[in-house]
Nanobody, 123 residues
Framework: QVQLVESGGGLVQAGGSLRLSCAALGRTVNNYAMGWFRQAPGKEREFVAAITWSGDSTDYKDSLKSRFTISRDNAKNRVSLQMNSLKPEDTAIYYC????????????????WGQGTQVTVSS
């Protein structure tokens, strides 16, 4: 069983930055692809970014590619999401997820989920 714990969310002004972190507890996620998703009020959960188990390949929602960066540190069993130039429309709960081996954009293909961390961007 893998427990994922997100941190780093908060309130930030438009144009600011936040760095989200996801710690994996209970077992190593070195052979898991990791993803970030977000869900805004009244909207469906959407894909943000994902990274392969080795960290050698990443995937992003097209509209976020220039502002968000996903990375991982397998030695620390942790994945991060650097978010720059934040906009009010980035306001959402951000979730970390793990999927055995294969990278995917599809939420229903992930095996484990964290509880989420709130990101609020004020205008």
């Amino acid at each position: 069983q893998v427990q994922l714990v997100e941190s780093g969310g908060g309130l930030v002004q438009a144009g600011g930055s936040l760095r989200l972190s996801c710690a994996a507890l209970g077992r190593t996620v070195n052979n898991y692809a990791m993803g970030w998703f977000r869900q805004a009020p009244g909207k469906e959960r959407e894909f943000v970014a994902a990274i392969t188990w080795s960290g050698d390949s990443t995937d992003y929602k097209d509209s976020l590619k220039s502002r968000f960066t996903i990375s991982r540190d397998n030695a620390k069993n942790r994945v991060s999401l650097q978010m720059n130039s934040l906009k009010p429309e980035d306001t959402a709960i951000y979730y970390c997820a793990a999927r055995y081996v294969l990278l995917t954009r599809h939420a229903n293909e992930y095996d484990y989920w964290g509880q989420g961390t709130q990101v609020t961007v004020s205008s």
